[in-house]
């Protein structure tokens, strides 16, 4: 499936082609480069005046930004179109039926945005079911008491010689039990409550750190300079394990600051054509590290723009800055072939490959990737491998053609994939 881009994905992209830095942008329209940076993410809404202004600076029409003119019509027509090839629609015949009958074009068009943001909204549900700890201690909860009341549900059926006292004490035990599960029950399905305002908010503490990150355009300039420490800037998060993500993330980006300050990095990486190789050389630092500075960068007419993703060695993703369509999915559940996950394979050796996304909209990026064993050589326990990969759309004169890959098997078009573990929600009759 094509990869619809959201009105912020828009803003930014063209904000991106016109060489415009996030905060000159932000200045010009009256509003905080951190609230633009969350409307860039989509993480909050745009319209009416401000929509305008953004867009007149941008020297582009608001239409282009948003849906709703016939060309924002035609294109989930298109997508719904190339997904469901066995209707057999006269792809040919769009325009003609976005020109004499735009209540039903919309129509099919909000139908392809609904089915879009399920499979989004299950994307996000299965990764959360995998990743976050409290929704595994929750359901687990659910089980064993349903399991519980099963088993004293079956003595009570089963054993009809039993005693007034033993089967009152069973009685009460059905009853304890079943408050339990109603309990338990609640507080899940409160917890994975998707509707649709909701399904944009952050949840778990992982997001809501990313997101504080996201909020301040992943730039920490007090944090370089050594005015503010990690536990003083994570201070105002009220979630206390978001906190500690987020002072564990800031601790990193001071150590990497300390060994590559920004007064001497910038300027070299501006003269190396940020080739992280040989930036590694120069300064004589690990390349994990060259990787996190260059996507810590601003980005401005000197810098380009970067984006980075960092997983465990059981390949969840624990960290990533997303640039563009590039977004992996939290649990274990992405594409093998992104090099982050290659590069496990192989720690110390760097990977690089040009890689692209499916259907006719997906960017092309540059990927380079490491992986880094933290662990001393020992038999006596596990080693702790973590891989680093830098993201940048890729230049269009490569001379590389980019290797097809997904954003997960589940809403993964590609047929015939060798690596795929599990049928595609958009392939027929899967």
Not at 52 to 81: C, F, K, N, W, Y
Not at 324 to 340: D, G, K, Q
Request: charge should be negative; charged fraction near 25%.
């Amino acid at each position: 499936m094509p990869e619809r881009q959201l009105t912020g994905t828009r803003l930014r992209n063209r904000r991106i082609d016109r060489g415009m830095k996030q905060s000159a942008l932000a200045q010009a329209v009256g509003i905080s480069p951190s609230y633009l940076n969350l409307i860039e993410h989509n993480r909050r809404r745009i319209g009416g005046k401000l929509l305008s202004d953004i867009a007149r600076e941008l020297a582009v029409e608001p239409e282009m930004l948003v849906e709703g003119t016939a060309s924002a019509v035609r294109i989930p027509l298109q997508e719904a179109a190339a997904e469901f090839r066995s209707a057999a629609p006269e792809e040919a015949r769009i325009d003609e039926l976005v020109a004499r009958l735009p209540g039903w074009a919309a129509l099919i068009g909000a139908q392809q945005d609904r089915i879009a943001q399920l499979e989004a909204r299950v994307q996000r549900l299965t990764d959360r079911l995998t990743h976050d700890p409290q929704v595994a201690s929750a359901l687990h909860e659910v089980i064993s008491t349903v399991t519980a009341i099963r088993s004293t549900a079956s003595i009570l059926v089963d054993s009809e010689d039993l005693d007034r006292d033993w089967q009152a004490r069973f009685h009460r035990n059905l009853d304890t039990d079943s408050l339990r599960l109603s309990e338990s029950s609640q507080a899940l399905m409160g917890y994975l409550d998707m509707n649709a305002d909701a399904a944009a908010q952050v949840q778990s503490p992982l997001e809501i750190a990313e997101a504080e990150m996201a909020a301040r355009g992943y730039a920490y300039p007090e944090l370089e300079r050594g005015e503010a420490s990690p536990e003083a800037l994570s201070a105002d998060l009220p979630d206390p394990r978001a906190r500690e993500i987020l002072r564990n993330w800031l601790s990193i980006f001071a150590e990497d600051a300390r060994h590559l300050p920004a007064e001497a990095f910038a300027p070299a990486a501006r003269k190396l054509a940020h080739d992280p190789l040989r930036l590694a050389r120069m300064f004589d630092q690990p390349l994990d590290r060259v990787f996190r500075r260059l996507a810590a960068l601003p980005e401005d007419g000197d810098h380009p723009v970067m984006g980075l993703a960092i997983c465990d060695q059981a390949g969840v993703v624990v960290f990533q800055k997303p640039v563009m369509e590039f977004h992996l999915p939290r649990s274990a559940a992405a594409c093998p072939f992104w090099p982050v996950f290659q590069a496990l394979t192989q720690p110390g050796r760097p990977v690089r490959r040009i890689v692209g996304l499916p259907g006719a909209s997906g960017t092309a990026f540059d990927c380079a990737a490491v992986a880094r064993d933290f662990g001393a050589p020992s038999f006596d326990g596990p080693s702790q491998v973590v891989a680093t990969m830098l993201v940048r759309p890729a230049r269009p004169e490569t001379d590389r053609a980019p290797a097809l890959v997904g954003p997960g098997c589940r809403v993964c078009p590609v047929e015939g994939c060798t690596a795929r573990r599990q049928p595609s929600l958009l392939q027929d009759g899967t």
